[in-house]
């Protein structure tokens, strides 16, 4: 007598995906950079780059300088070019932070040597705000009075601190915030590159770590001028960043500022990239 038997048939193996899923934050940059009504040239300068072709890394600079014989304009763009260059350079060499001190004492020395050099760019100087993003920390070198602002979470903060006589007066418990903000001599420089035998840039030592998100204006006085705190928060709400920077562009030219006028928005977003996953074949012992 026969027996019939069912053959149980082979499961076809599952495909394994070698791959996992991981957000990394990256940068994207917005700028502008004009005369505004009152100039005939524009002293400020603007840089920006991504170090190893990665929109993880980012060094962004703004630079507003100062001096006759449009002197301003040659230190603000030597300041831009100097600091994106050392950095770029120097990237993996020493920590963001030491690599900003560095990159901000060397652009100073040359501005200053420049300056010695020739007798229309004698006295020249120039603010510079500077940050490096690496590894998801923000990292900021600063010097003078322009600015870095973050907005998260809908709280605007002021990252930089302005080294003016009226500020260190308003630290000092002298004014108030509103008499430093009016002030006639708020534009007075305590320290700014090319001006004095050495600096002290202000460094944030073990950084800000961004989150998905997060935006960050970089940007010269002639925009924070004519700007409050809540101007600025406003419009770093919007949410498309081309129309806010025209938005901003509008408005100060609106209040008829009476300086050039820069800024450079960062925008940190998630960013959805395939990593390998470790398995018998791929990993060395």
């Not at 831009?80 to 963001?96: I, Q």
Request: hydrophobic share 35%; net charge negative.
């Amino acid at each position: 007598m026969g027996f019939l038997f069912s053959k149980k048939k082979k499961k076809a193996p599952k495909a394994t995906n070698n791959y996992q899923s991981q957000k990394r934050n990256c940068c994207e940059v917005h700028a502008v950079s004009e005369t505004g009504p009152a100039r005939d040239h524009n002293e400020d300068a603007i840089a920006f780059s991504f170090p190893e072709n990665d929109k993880q890394n980012l060094i962004a600079v703004v630079a507003d300088g100062m001096g006759g014989h449009n002197a301003g304009e040659v230190a603000s763009k030597m300041a831009c070019d100097l600091l994106l260059d050392y950095c770029m350079v120097n990237w993996s060499k020493h920590n963001p932070e030491k690599l900003l001190h560095k990159a901000f004492i060397k652009s100073h020395q040359e501005i200053v040597e420049s300056g010695n050099l020739n007798a229309e760019q004698k006295g020249m100087g120039t603010t510079a705000t500077s940050v490096i993003i690496k590894k998801g920390v923000c990292y900021l070198g600063h010097i003078g009075d322009s600015r870095a602002y973050m907005l998260r979470n809908d709280t605007l903060t002021q990252l930089s601190k302005d080294h003016t006589l009226v500020n260190q007066m308003f630290e000092g418990g002298e004014i108030t915030k509103e008499e430093r903000d009016e002030h006639p001599m708020k534009n007075v420089l305590l320290q700014a590159m090319g001006t004095t035998p050495s600096i002290e840039p202000q460094m944030i030592s073990d950084g800000i770590k961004i989150k998905e998100r997060d935006r960050l204006l970089l940007c010269s006085d002639g925009v924070n001028d004519v700007l409050s705190d809540d101007d600025i928060k406003d419009l770093l709400l919007m949410k498309q960043p081309e129309f806010m920077l025209e938005c901003l562009s509008s408005v100060v030219i609106s209040r008829k500022v009476s300086d050039n006028f820069s800024a450079l928005l960062i925008d940190i977003s998630a960013v959805i990239q395939a990593i390998p996953s470790e398995t018998k074949e791929n990993i060395v012992l």
